[in-house]
C-alpha cells in the first residue's frame, strides 16, 4: 500500500514487518525516529519483541549481539559517534557469524561535530565483516531491511549487514513508499532458523580465544562468507522483484552508460542529483553516465571493471575521506580497474552536509574531461 511517509517511519514499519525479536538502540540524531516508533510498537504490543533500553550505543550492539547468540532475530540502529562506540562491539558480531541488521543513518564524524550527512560513518567500518548496502531513496531503502535480514540468516553467509542511508536527506525526508503488507512480508522472508545457539542442554561457545595456529583462518572464512554474500544477495533480491515488482537485483546500477565517454560512480542518495545532471547534460550532447553502487560489501569489482571497460574516463564522487589518501570508494574502484588505461579521478565532495547541486555535477564532468581530479571538491576560497 501507498504511503506518503517520513524515511525513518518507512523504515521502522517494515522492520516491524520482519518480526525481530529483540531491538536495542540508543537514539542519536538523525536515527531517533527508527527506534522511538519501534518502541511505541513494542510498548503497544503492535510489534511482539523485547526493547532493550541501555545506557549508549556500545551496550545496544552487545545487547544484540548476546541476543543473537542467543537464537534471536534482532535489530539496530545506529550513525556516527553511536556507530564509532560500537567499533569493537562490530568486530566482534562479525566475527561471531551472528545476522545482525542495522540500519545506518549515514553523518558526519566528529571533530568538529556535525549532524549532517556525509558516509564516513559506515565506511569506517568497511574491514569489519559487515555487509553494507547503500540505498538512493526511501523505497530502497526500506525494500533493502527485508532483503538484509534474508542475506543475512542465510547460512552460507552469516554476516551482520548495514543498510545505509543518508541522514536527513531520506530518514527525514516524506516520499511515497509502497509498504509491504505483513503478510507479503512473511511470504518473502522466513521465520529465522538460527544455524547454532547458545543452549544450556547443548553448551557452546562464541567468540573464543583464539591463537595465532587458528586466527588466521577465522579471518579467512568471514571473507569467503562476504563472498558468498553477492550470489546470495543476487539471488534475494531476484526473488523479491520477482513476488513485489521492484528489482535491486543488481550489485551495481547502471544509468544511461550504454555509449558513455565520461563515468560517474557513486552512492546513496547523490545519485538521485547525478542522474537528473546527466539528463541535462545529455540533452547538451554530453555523453556521460552513472554507475551507482548498491552493495559496498562484499565490492563488485567485476561488474564495476566490465560497467566502465569501455568509457574514455571515470569520475568517483566519494561523500567521504580515507585522510591522506583519497575517497574509499575511489581507491576500490581504481583497484578493480587496475591494468586498464582508462584514468579514474576522485572528487571528495558534500561532507558534513554540504550541498551537492546538478551544476556541481556539470563542473565535476568538466574537470574530469580536462584530466583534472584527484582533490576536495568546491572548498571554500579562503582556505585554498
Given amino acids: 500500500?501507498?504511503?506518503?511517509?517520513?524515511?525513518?517511519?518507512?523504515?521502522?514499519?517494515?522492520?516491524?514487518?520482519?518480526?525481530?525479536?529483540?531491538?536495542?538502540?540508543?537514539?542519536?540524531?538523525?536515527?531517533?525516529?527508527?527506534?522511538?516508533?519501534?518502541?511505541?510498537?513494542?510498548?503497544?504490543?503492535?510489534?511482539?519483541?523485547?526493547?532493550?533500553?541501555?545506557?549508549?550505543?556500545?551496550?545496544?550492539?552487545?545487547?544484540?549481539?548476546?541476543?543473537?547468540?542467543?537464537?534471536?532475530?534482532?535489530?539496530?540502529?545506529?550513525?556516527?559517534?553511536?556507530?564509532?562506540?560500537?567499533?569493537?562491539?562490530?568486530?566482534?558480531?562479525?566475527?561471531?557469524?551472528?545476522?545482525?541488521?542495522?540500519?545506518?543513518?549515514?553523518?558526519?564524524?566528529?571533530?568538529?561535530?556535525?549532524?549532517?550527512?556525509?558516509?564516513?560513518?559506515?565506511?569506517?567500518?568497511?574491514?569489519?565483516?559487515?555487509?553494507?548496502?547503500?540505498?538512493?531513496?526511501?523505497?530502497?531503502?526500506?525494500?533493502?531491511?527485508?532483503?538484509?535480514?534474508?542475506?543475512?540468516?542465510?547460512?552460507?553467509?552469516?554476516?551482520?549487514?548495514?543498510?545505509?542511508?543518508?541522514?536527513?536527506?531520506?530518514?527525514?525526508?516524506?516520499?511515497?513508499?509502497?509498504?509491504?503488507?505483513?503478510?507479503?512480508?512473511?511470504?518473502?522472508?522466513?521465520?529465522?532458523?538460527?544455524?547454532?545457539?547458545?543452549?544450556?542442554?547443548?553448551?557452546?561457545?562464541?567468540?573464543m580465544y583464539a591463537t595465532p595456529e587458528y586466527y588466521h583462518e577465522f579471518r579467512y572464512e568471514i571473507d569467503r562468507a562476504a563472498k558468498r554474500a553477492a550470489d546470495v544477495y543476487r539471488a534475494a533480491a531476484k526473488d523479491f522483484a520477482g513476488m513485489f515488482g521492484r528489482d535491486y537485483s543488481g550489485l551495481i546500477e547502471e544509468y544511461r552508460m550504454e555509449d558513455a565517454e565520461t563515468a560517474i560512480v557513486a552512492m546513496g542518495s547523490i545519485c538521485g542529483t547525478i542522474k537528473d545532471a546527466i539528463d541535462e547534460m545529455r540533452d547538451a550532447g554530453k555523453k556521460v553516465g552513472l554507475v551507482r553502487i548498491r552493495v559496498f560489501r562484499p565490492f563488485p569489482d567485476k561488474e564495476i571493471a566490465q560497467a566502465l571497460a569501455k568509457t574514455k574516463r571515470v569520475a568517483v564522487l566519494d561523500k567521504n575521506i580515507s585522510l591522506g589518501s583519497k575517497g574509499a570508494v575511489a581507491l576500490e574502484v581504481k583497484d578493480a580497474m587496475y591494468g586498464k588505461t582508462i584514468p579514474v579521478l576522485n572528487y571528495i565532495l558534500g561532507l558534513g552536509g554540504r550541498d551537492v547541486r546538478k551544476r556541481d555535477i556539470a563542473a565535476i564532468v568538466a574537470l574530469a574531461e580536462k584530466g583534472e581530479g584527484d582533490m576536495f571538491y568546491g572548498l571554500r576560497k579562503e582556505v585554498l
Avoid at 15 to 29: E, M
Avoid at 71 to 91: D, W
Avoid at 184 to 189: E, G, I, M, Q
Fill in 1 to 207: 500500500m501507498m504511503e506518503i511517509t517520513e524515511g525513518s517511519h518507512a523504515i521502522a514499519k517494515i522492520v516491524a514487518r520482519c518480526r525481530p525479536q529483540v531491538v536495542s538502540a540508543y537514539p542519536i540524531t538523525p536515527q531517533t525516529h527508527i527506534v522511538e516508533a519501534l518502541a511505541d510498537y513494542v510498548a503497544d504490543c503492535k510489534l511482539d519483541a523485547d526493547y532493550i533500553t541501555v545506557e549508549n550505543e556500545m551496550s545496544a550492539l552487545s545487547a544484540c549481539i548476546g541476543a543473537s547468540a542467543a537464537g534471536s532475530r534482532v535489530y539496530s540502529a545506529t550513525t556516527s559517534q553511536g556507530l564509532a562506540l560500537m567499533f569493537e562491539a562490530c568486530f566482534n558480531a562479525a566475527g561471531m557469524r551472528l545476522p545482525i541488521i542495522m540500519s545506518i543513518a549515514n553523518r558526519a564524524l566528529g571533530a568538529p561535530l556535525s549532524i549532517w550527512n556525509d558516509q564516513q560513518d559506515s565506511i569506517s567500518l568497511r574491514d569489519s565483516g559487515w555487509l553494507q548496502f547503500y540505498a538512493e531513496d526511501n523505497q530502497e531503502a526500506t525494500d533493502m531491511h527485508i532483503i538484509a535480514y534474508k542475506v543475512a540468516e542465510d547460512h552460507s553467509v552469516l554476516l551482520p549487514v548495514f543498510v545505509c542511508f543518508d541522514g536527513f536527506i531520506l530518514s527525514h525526508t516524506y516520499e511515497p513508499v509502497d509498504m509491504l503488507p505483513q503478510e507479503d512480508v512473511d511470504k518473502y522472508l522466513p521465520k529465522f532458523t538460527p544455524y547454532e545457539k547458545l543452549d544450556a542442554e547443548d553448551p557452546i561457545s562464541f567468540g
